[in-house]
């Protein structure tokens, strides 16, 4: 049987897992009805996003598997490279 990365990434060639990332920090930021959290990784410049309906524990010092996609963002009319999480799971 399949994991559920396995079969996301055999969908869409363009995302990528990674695992036994160590976050740096963890922030959640209320947006609309949604909670906007941001994870910065160890080794890593760029932002790691994803929504959630609610408040997740935090994140700060534990190891997750991720599976996402590049992107950007227009922020203040310059485009940032985001990194945009599908899948977090802790390990």
């Known amino acids: 049987m399949k994991s559920d990365s396995e079969s996301l990434l055999k969908n869409n060639d363009k995302l990528i897992h990674s695992e ?4 740096k920090s963890h922030a959640q930021r209320p947006q609309e ?3 906007l959290h941001t994870l ?14 609610g408040k997740y524990r935090t994140l700060r010092g534990a190891r997750v598997n991720l599976t ?5 963002e227009m922020v203040a009319g310059i485009p940032v490279e985001i990194m945009k999480v599908v899948r977090v799971k802790r390990t």
């Open 20 to 23: 036994a990332l160590k976050v």
């Open 33 to 35: 009805d949604w909670v």
């Open 40 to 53: 910065m990784i160890e080794g890593y410049d760029v932002p790691f996003r994803f929504k959630r309906q």
């Open 68 to 72: 996402y996609y590049p992107t950007q």
